[in-house]
């Protein structure tokens, strides 16, 4: 009876700290996603157009993604021109000030992230 009691007492902490640890960190990509906006001090009439353009190019995108007459390529094309047009609205709400700091913020991004790899296929 104890073995049983401990072995339920165990699984049911295991997968209490599993559910924590997955919960984390959706919290930390969704912030880490935020914080260039935070630094930009935004007034909120740029955070409320802002907000709109990003729900506008989400419901966009899900529509590519979900349109089974397109190909792949196709639905890379639509994606890279959405995100185009999702920037030229957001540089439009920027002042100079901001889209120079934001340049600046993407810029530091780039040199901090890791590279992805490209693999070449290998040959025999």
């Known amino acids: 009876m104890k073995k049983v009691l401990i072995l339920l007492f165990l699984s049911i902490a295991v997968s209490t700290l599993t559910y924590a640890q997955a919960d984390s960190t959706k919290t930390k990509s969704k912030t880490h996603k935020q914080a260039p906006m935070k630094q930009l001090n935004l007034t909120k009439e740029q955070k409320a157009k802002i907000a709109t353009a990003n729900k506008n190019y989400k419901d966009k995108t899900e529509k590519i993604k979900k349109d089974s007459t397109l190909t792949a390529a196709q639905k890379k094309q639509k994606m890279k021109a959405l995100k185009d ?5 957001v540089d439009t709400v ?15 991004k780039k040199t901090n992230s890791p590279q ?9």
């Open 85 to 89: 047009a999702k920037q030229k609205q």
């Open 94 to 108: 920027l002042t100079a000030d901001q889209k120079a700091k934001l340049k600046e913020i993407k810029a530091e």
């Open 116 to 124: 992805k790899k490209k693999t070449s296929p290998k040959t025999k």
